[in-house]
């Protein structure tokens, strides 16, 4: 059965490691047959964009949805930010561009459909992490702004010797999915709030069917080299928008 739902994220666009460019055709090609698309954030790069300066990214980032969401007017679309694209500037530009977009809505911290939950992953960052705490770890990237060629040749030296293949040791599978359990509960979506699925990004590691606690993990990776990535479908009887919750305030985020 064709999947009516997909999730991606970490495309990290306008940095110079991403590879997303060459899915592009490919995610197009999947927005076409879905009735959802999120988007799970991490979509863009400000703290390692090449494109200049913050209002160029800024505008290249909504263009980018823009060009997406148009062309798929049947799909409803959810952007559910990451630290990466948790810009001030981009947040503001996103929020007035949903508000005139029927086909997309905007989710500072999470997306709950029905049994399946769709977060960036940020909150596997520390083993308490509850809604205040990642709203705070959050503040920093408000200002958080291109690092300037200098830090982003750096980087890509960094990322040429392969040191971002480390995030499977940096973030194993059980650590992870113990940690984003913890955090689920602590805002109300745990196992017992009838979830089953939670789809997230943030540690670059793909992860299908990783079963925990009760709880099932996916992870689409991330498109650099060296990495794994996919656009993940999701059964079309795990998500519904018939039952949509979604995290934009510290109370539910």
């Not at 059965?1 to 460019?21: G, K």
């Not at 999120?38 to 979509?43: F, P, T």
């Not at 694209?85 to 905007?106: H, K, W």
């Not at 109300?188 to 979830?195: A, I």
Request: glycine residues 8%.
């Amino acid at each position: 059965m064709e999947p009516h739902t997909y999730f991606v994220s970490d495309l990290h666009l306008f940095s110079r490691r991403s590879q997303a460019p060459q899915h592009a055709a490919a995610l197009h090609a999947a927005a076409r047959r879905a009735r959802t698309f999120v988007l799970g954030g991490d979509i863009f790069d400000f703290r390692w964009s090449t494109l200049g300066s913050i209002e160029t990214t800024v505008r290249a980032s909504v263009d980018w949805i823009d060009d997406l969401v148009r062309k798929c007017p049947d799909c409803q679309f959810h952007f559910v930010a990451g630290n990466h694209d948790y810009n001030q500037r981009f947040l503001n530009a996103i929020g007035e561009y949903s508000q005139q977009t029927p086909n997309l809505q905007f989710h500072h911290y999470y997306l709950r459909l029905a049994g399946s939950i769709f977060l960036h992953g940020d909150a596997a960052d520390h083993p308490t992490m509850c809604a205040s705490r990642l709203q705070a770890n959050r503040q920093h990237w408000l200002k958080d702004e291109s690092r300037g060629p200098i830090k982003n040749l750096l980087y890509d030296l960094a990322v040429k010797a392969r040191l971002h293949r480390l995030a499977g040791v940096v973030h194993p599978k059980k650590k992870v999915a113990q940690r984003l359990t913890g955090y689920l509960d602590r805002i109300g979506h745990g196992p017992g709030s009838g979830l089953e699925h939670v789809y997230f990004g943030h540690t670059h590691q793909a992860m299908s069917n990783y079963s925990l606690g009760g709880l099932t993990f996916h992870n689409g990776g991330a498109p650099m080299a060296g990495l794994q990535f996919r656009i993940v479908p999701v059964n079309p009887t795990e998500a519904t928008e018939q039952s949509i919750t979604s995290g934009n305030a510290i109370a539910g985020a």
